[in-house]
């Protein structure tokens, strides 16, 4: 084995759970999530001399996820599926199952937001990055960013009504 192979499987170990979460909350689809992941580390691998090292490996990555799963969710696959889920017959048990538990109720209602602002909430709450790292990431203004959290909290607020979620009342 290479020492190209062992650094590059020691990428791999450190980054996949972070970038399949990641891009789980933009697709909402683990399988397709996978696969988003699976290109990120393949042209990773085909293009890493072109990484500069301007920000960090995980920045890097992140930024790759985050393209990948915005041409996903644009995607003729995305939105033949898309179509397809809603006739019935087709609602998930799963789906019906994990409604129960608070978590996953803030996080369904954090899918049903734009993904402009389900990607800030996702970057500053799940992620836990800065304003600044999130503005670097999506290529905006800091600006930018804490109007779009403003506005995503305030949609949240409206959908979570009858939760009582510390964060969302302090901010």
């Not at 399949?20 to 399988?31: F, T």
């Not at 999530?33 to 691998?45: G, L, M, R, S």
């Not at 995305?78 to 809603?86: E, F, G, K, S």
Request: charged share 25%.
């Amino acid at each position: 084995m290479q020492l190209e192979d062992i650094s590059f499987r020691a990428i791999i170990h450190e980054h996949n759970d972070y970038l399949l979460q990641l891009s789980y909350l933009y697709v909402k689809d683990w399988d397709a999530a996978e696969d988003i992941v699976q290109d990120v580390f393949i042209n990773y691998w085909i293009k890493s001399e072109q990484f500069q090292a301007q920000s960090s490996l995980r920045t890097y990555l992140t930024r790759m996820a985050i393209n990948r799963c915005k041409d996903y969710l644009k995607s003729w696959r995305y939105r033949t599926q898309t179509l397809t889920n809603i006739f019935p017959g087709k609602i998930q048990l799963k789906n019906q199952l994990i409604m129960r538990d608070e978590q996953l109720i803030v996080a369904d209602a954090v899918l049903t937001l734009p993904i402009q602002f389900r990607e800030v909430i996702i970057l500053y709450y799940f992620k836990e990055l800065t304003i600044r790292e999130i503005a670097k990431i999506i290529h905006t203004s800091e600006s930018t960013i804490k109007y779009r959290l403003k506005i995503a909290k305030e949609r949240l607020k409206k959908k979570l009504v009858t939760q009582q979620w510390e964060v969302l009342k302090s901010e």
